[in-house]
């Protein structure tokens, strides 16, 4: 049952963190931030140059994944690995609702900043979390296997972050907040909370 959840979770960790970056750029395509039902119902190639301003907005983006980890590295021996994913899964959910609020690229980025520093935060705290969840008899093949797992929300997230969002925004960024709630849910629903126990080298977790 544990890694069938922690397998649930890195999955939905690929797919929110790879989503927020590849979804800033998407945003910043344009000059209108305020969400539409279509966002483009063009058929027409609309491959643009990015501008300077636009690089460094995104720049400012990444620049948030800093704070997340030293965020992180504050609250999840305070909170636990379980409560301190299901928090920051939570902040990114806020984050990308957020994105509904029609306002400038300066207030924008602000909003994806804080999405990527939470989304980055979880992302960390369940790769702390796996290692010591796991026996030392397959630690090592257990974190091989669900890093594998993270990558296949990573390969699915392009999708929703540029193809349905350029026909829906609404409904990609909704896909993406409804994963952070799922995540939440998940979360806290992992059987094993490890905070302050030892790693174990005995029999395999089921």
């Given amino acids: 049952m544990t890694m069938n959840m922690t397998m649930k979770v890195m999955i939905g960790c690929g797919w929110i963190y790879y989503g927020v970056v590849l979804l800033t750029t998407s945003i910043f395509h344009g000059t209108n931030h305020c969400f539409t039902e279509l966002q483009n119902t063009s058929n027409e190639s609309n491959c643009e140059e990015l501008s300077n301003g636009t690089y460094i907005k995104i720049f400012w983006t990444s ?15 305070i909170l636990g690995r379980k409560k301190t994913m299901a928090l920051e899964s939570f902040g990114t959910m806020a984050g990308f609702l957020l994105l509904f609020v029609c306002s400038t690229s300066e207030v924008t980025t602000l909003f994806l900043f804080l999405t990527r520093a939470f989304a980055t935060g979880v992302f960390q705290t369940v790769y702390v979390y796996t290692p010591e969840v796991y026996p030392t008899s397959i630690r090592a093949s257990a974190l091989g296997l669900h890093t594998t797992a993270s990558r296949i929300g990573a390969l699915l997230t392009p999708f929703n972050a540029q193809v349905v969002f350029h026909s829906s925004d609404i409904a990609a960024v909704s896909f993406y907040a409804g994963s952070c709630l799922l995540l939440v849910i998940s979360s806290l629903l992992l059987p094993i909370e490890t905070k302050g126990k030892s790693m174990k080298d005995g029999p395999s977790v089921r």
């Fill in 63 to 77: 620049v948030a994944e800093l704070p997340g980890l030293v965020v992180t590295i504050i609250i999840i021996e």
